[in-house]
Structures are given as C-alpha cells and as structure tokens.
T-cell receptor, first 111, second 111 residues
C-alpha cells in the first residue's frame, strides 16, 4: 500500500509570487484535505476535495485554491504569496472511514 | 469559533512511567476524535481514533473520551524515549470535513 506523497519537499519563493504544491493520495482513498501548519501551532484546515469537487473550506482567502484530479491526486495553489504564508503545508487523504493520513509535507518559505 | 485546547507542556516523564495527555473541545456536537503524534520536523502520524464514550486501548496507548465533559485524553504506558514528540488532539467538525487541531502537547521522556 502506497502512502500519501507530496512534492516538493522544500520551496523558497518571494513575496507576490505564485506556488503550486502537489499531493498523491494513499491507494484507495478518494478524499484529500490540505492543512497549513505554522511553527508551534496545530494544523489549520484549508479545504477538502472529494471526487474532484471542493467539499469544505476553512478560513483562508480565495488566493488559496485547489484541484483534485480523476486519480485523486491534488494540487494546492497559492497566489500573491505573503510572508505569513511561510509554513508547512500538509496533505491528508482519507478513505470510507474518514480517518485522515498525512503526507510528509512541503515546507514553504516566503522571503 | 470551534476550539480544541491542550496544555502546551512540556510534559516530562521518566522512562517507564505513564504519560497522561489531555484535551478539551468546545463543539458539543463533535463525534470523532483523534490523537496524532508529530516528531520534530515531521508530519503528524495518526496513532488513535475514538468515537464512543469510554476507553479504547491499542498496545501501550489508551484513549479516553467523555462527551458529557467534552474531554479526550491519551495515556501512554511504559513511556519510552522514542515517545518524545508533540501530541496533537484533533476533532472533526460536524460536517466531518475538517479536523480541528489543538496546538499540541510536547512530551519528553527521559532515560
């Protein structure tokens, strides 16, 4: 069974740029959720995708957007990067029991 | 604003002792509760889920849930230095789409 994978591992961008982060779900999982984790904080829910449709959204501005593909992989796009967007971005996939398993994360640094 | 509260710690216990981690939540309608372990620089790892009042045991871990008191706990028996990590309590929102996390409790087990 293949676990959740994410790419890239680390990324450095400058303020105002755009970034795309990618996630591949665990085999058999059709739900993908994205979280942002700032240093010393718990993860914060960004949004969830189920069968290619957004299924819930947290308190993040519209410049955070996403996609889910037919193979259940997913992308998180962030436009107009701000310094406060520096964080660990986590993707989690879930199957029918809705238990969420996290990928290794992408560490984004915005300078 | 739905909240999950944890003592940030650090909680320090000697090797072989029982570590007790506590969590309270504000949404009385919450039905699903999780404990994740997060090592420094890594992503959260699901270690326990609990849905019904009472205790649930898995190896050295026991999760306890009291919905009337809106309280979840995690007991780690025979604590090992490898248990040293941050433990995150998480609760599903009522829609079952978003995990709401506490800030985590840092556990340090000394040998």
């Amino acid at each position: 069974e293949t676990g959740v994978t994410q790419s890239p591992t680390h990324l450095i961008k400058t303020r105002g740029q755009q970034v795309t982060l990618r996630c591949s779900s665990q085999s058999g999982h059709n739900t993908v959720s994205w979280y942002q984790q700032a240093l010393g904080q718990g993860p914060q829910f960004i949004f969830q995708y189920y069968r290619e449709e957004e299924n819930g959204r947290g308190n993040f501005p519209p410049r955070f957007s996403g996609l889910q593909f037919p193979n259940y992989s997913s992308e998180l796009n962030v436009n107009a990067l701000e310094l406060d967007d520096s964080a660990l971005y986590l993707c989690a996939s879930a199957g029918v029991d809705n238990e969420q398993f996290f990928g290794p994360g992408t560490r984004l640094t915005v300078l | 604003q739905k909240e999950v509260e944890q003592n940030s710690g650090p909680l320090s216990v000697p090797e072989g002792a029982i570590a007790s981690l506590n969590c309270t939540y504000s949404d009385r309608g919450s039905q699903s509760f999780f404990w994740y372990r997060q090592y420094s620089g890594k992503s959260p790892e699901l270690i326990m889920s609990i849905y019904s009042n009472g205790d649930k045991e898995d190896g050295r871990f026991t999760a306890q849930l009291n919905k009337a008191s809106q309280y979840v706990s995690l007991l780690i028996r025979d604590s090992q230095p490898s248990d040293s990590a941050t433990y995150l309590c998480a609760v599903f929102n009522q829609a079952g789409t978003a995990l709401i996390f506490g800030k985590g409790t840092t556990l340090s087990v000394s040998s």
